[in-house]
C-alpha cells in the first residue's frame, strides 16, 4: 500500500522559508511523478508545484513560480517543496500527492494517492 507523510510545516513570519519534505513508502519511486496542493481554509484545493519521476521537469502555479522550488532525491524516496518569500496568503495545509498514469500534472484528478497533509502558517 502507498503512503506518503509530509512534514516541515510550521508557524513562520513572512519572508521566511520553509522546506516540506514527503516521503513515499512505495517501489519504483523514480517513475512517479509528485505534486503538491494547498488548500486554505474556506478555499477550494490548488495546484502549487509538481515533479515528474525522474526530476528534470517541474511545474509551478503562478502564484508561487520563483518563490517555491520542487525537487527530489529519489534514493530516499522523498520529494522537497522549498518554500521561501513565505507570505500569509502562503497560509494553508499543504499535501503531496503521486500519481500512476500520463495525465496532467496540474490536475488533482490525476493523482492516485495522497498525504495527510502539513499545516503551513505565515503570520507575523
Known amino acids: 500500500q502507498v503512503q506518503l507523510v509530509e512534514s516541515g510545516g510550521g508557524l513562520v513570519q513572512p519572508g521566511d522559508s520553509l522546506r516540506l519534505s514527503c516521503a513515499a513508502s512505495v517501489g519504483s519511486f523514480s517513475v512517479y511523478g509528485v505534486g503538491w496542493f494547498r488548500q486554505a481554509p474556506g478555499k477550494e484545493r490548488e495546484f502549487i508545484a509538481a515533479?515528474?519521476?525522474?526530476?528534470?521537469?517541474?511545474y509551478y502555479a503562478n502564484s508561487v513560480k520563483g518563490r517555491f522550488t520542487s525537487s527530489r532525491d529519489n534514493a530516499k524516496n522523498t520529494v522537497y517543496l522549498q518554500l521561501n518569500s513565505l507570505k500569509p496568503d502562503d497560509t494553508a495545509v499543504y499535501s503531496c500527492?503521486?500519481?500512476?498514469?500520463?495525465?496532467?500534472?496540474?490536475?488533482?484528478?490525476?493523482?492516485?494517492?495522497w498525504g495527510q497533509g502539513t499545516q503551513v502558517v505565515v503570520a507575523s
Open positions: 500527492a503521486l500519481r500512476v498514469g500520463t495525465g496532467s500534472y496540474y490536475s488533482a484528478l490525476e493523482y492516485d494517492y
Open positions: 515533479i515528474n519521476g525522474r526530476g528534470d521537469t517541474t
